[in-house]
């Protein structure tokens, strides 16, 4: 049997025409029509007024804290429970992360930001948030404690792209935000990445810095620096086919979630990551916990069917990297991490497959 993958990319059948498109226009490199219109389409879809195609969501993160001032010796709150690509662009600004541990919901705990924000050696100036496989955090308290303090709030919308939260999108409630196409998101364009902001300005900053800050001469002047991070037209044509399909991608990521639930409901020891009210998350990857089985054992059982599984992100707090780093905890996110397991969830897999994936489990438990 074919390996199963956790998230493998999910083509539209469009992708190769709007490719031959940019090869006939010869709009190979750099920018080119496709890439407008990839912009276009998560501006229709998320309702959000600017965005900014790039290489990577990290790179759209770097360039936030760049744009918003972020520079050496700042300090940046931000979720402990999360992926590096969240994270390290604190580090490329030489700020000072400020790690904050999760809650019920597993997101960030609102409560233990206000005490991060209390003990801070020095006024943190921005909030990164990531809305962890694709359910949003909570945001109504999250916004209220940021305009408080006076905190710019930045969207890691890397894994929640099409979820919703009072029925607007994620990525468009923060000051900036970004979006991931890597090979095995919601939507893929190989790699790639959106900023998207309500702010014009940090757009076009950001837009200035992502084509190494060149100066609007003929020839190139420069007085500051920038970085080599716009996305081609070429996977922005992938990117404008993926798009037309993100509502069903969506739709079958919750119905694979539902279907795994329901297929699991009778294992008392197994919890389900919560959707948090009001919401509607991505349901990225299907994420759960055990209460007394050691995941492992079950990542190589399922590893010896050819089915891919992982632990959940190891929290940021207790990666070597960040041994010095402050951090306000509570014991959830390493919780989660000993005892959760992803399971494979791509919107390509068929009911057939969770369902072979769930028999496995239920004899493994
Ligand atoms: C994938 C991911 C990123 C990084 O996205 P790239 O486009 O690969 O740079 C950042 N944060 C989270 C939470 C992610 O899952």
Known sequence: MDRIFLSPPHMSGKEQQYIAEVFESNYIAPLGAFV??????????????????????????????????IGAGDYVLTSSFTFIGSVSPILYQHAN?????????????????????????????ALIITHLYGQVCKLDEIITICKEEGIYLIEDAAESLGATYHGKQSGTFGDMAV????????????????????????????????????????????????????????????????????????????????????????????EFMPEIQNSRGSRWLMTLTFSKTNPQKIIELLEKEN??????????????????????????????????????????????????????LKAAL
């Open 179 to 270: 979006y991931s196409f890597n090979g095995n998101k919601i939507l893929t364009t190989s790699g790639g990445g959106m900023l998207v902001s309500k702010n014009e300005e940090w757009i076009e900053k950001a837009k200035f810095l992502s084509t190494q800050a060149k100066e609007d001469y003929l020839h190139y002047e420069h007085k500051e620096f920038g970085y080599n991070y716009r996305m081609s037209n070429v996977l922005a044509a992938i990117g404008v086919a993926q798009m037309e399909v993100l509502e069903s991608r969506v739709s079958r990521r919750r119905e694979i979630f539902e279907r795994y639930q329901k297929n699991l409901s009778q294992i008392d020891e197994i």
């Open 36 to 69: 407008n219109r990839f912009e276009e389409s998560i501006k229709a879809y998320t309702k959000v007024p600017y965005a900014l195609a790039l290489s990577s969501a990290t790179a759209g993160l770097h360039l936030a804290l760049r744009v918003l001032g």
């Open 307 to 360: 089915i891919e599984s992982r632990p959940l992100w190891k929290p940021m707090h207790m990666q070597p990297l960040f041994k010095d780093a402050m951090v306000v905890e509570n014991g959830q996110s390493e919780k989660y991490f000993t005892q959760g397991i992803c399971l494979p969830s791509g919107s390509s897999m068929s009911n057939d497959t969770v369902d072979y994936i769930c028999s496995i």
């Open 97 to 125: 992360a400020i790690f904050i541990d999760s809650d019920e919901s597993w997101n960030i705990s609102p409560k233990l930001l206000k005490e991060a924000i209390v003990k801070a050696p020095k006024k943190p100036k």
